[in-house]
């Protein structure tokens, strides 16, 4: 099948394909050119991909190409993996538990805690008003309290249908788009 391919204008870089479906016509002259370039190669979508850039690339099989893995990747996945288990606030939680054990076991000097104890009465105090906020919104009328998970039920009930149903979700957004 012949397939459109696009490319950075400037830079040469790869960035995608396209290709016109019964009735339609595309063409390289139809796409816009101010900052893109196109090459017409015959490729099979399901089995073949461009791997390279506008000058150095070629059609490979699917099965052997090579998989990229950026640091990036790696990073978040560590991150949500982490983040699954230990939320931010239960890492801190946890940590401040023990800080707390360790200063009663100590001989610190108090005035060498004024720093900390102030981050925790603060922090103590947001989080209680941010309890109060939360239960106040949800008994006033006039307002309608959304949770997290009411939160997320809605934005997938407004994306339903949308462009990711067609190339899939990316699974480190726990149903979130």
Same mark, same amino acid.
């Given at each position: ?24 016509s595309v ?29 150095? !690339? ?9 998989i990229i ?35 009663? $076991? ?28 939360? $239960?106040?919104?949800? $008994? ?8 997290? $998970? ?10 339903? !249908? !949308? ?11 726990? !149903?979130?788009?």
């Open positions: 099948m012949n397939v459109i391919l696009i490319f950075n204008k400037f830079t040469d870089a790869y960035l995608g394909l396209t290709y016109a479906g019964d009735g339609m063409t390289p002259e139809t796409c816009n050119q101010e900052h893109f370039k196109y090459k017409v190669v015959d490729l099979d979508p399901d089995t073949e991909v461009w791997e390279g850039n506008y000058h150095t !690339g070629k059609v490979v099989k699917r099965a052997n190409r090579k893995i950026t640091e990036d990747e790696l990073n978040i996945d560590c991150q949500t993996k982490v983040f699954r288990k230990y939320r931010y606030y239960q890492q801190f939680n946890i940590l401040y538990d023990v800080i707390d054990a360790l200063i009663a $076991a100590s001989n610190v000097d108090e005035s060498q805690l004024t720093k900390y104890r102030e981050m925790r009465e603060y922090l103590t105090r947001i989080r209680d008003n941010n309890d109060r906020y939360k $239960a106040a919104y949800q $008994a006033v009328d006039g307002y309608e309290y959304w949770d997290k $998970a009411r939160e997320r039920e809605e934005l997938n009930k407004q994306l339903e !249908g !949308g462009l990711h149903e067609m190339i899939g979700r990316d699974n480190n957004t726990h !149903g979130l788009i």
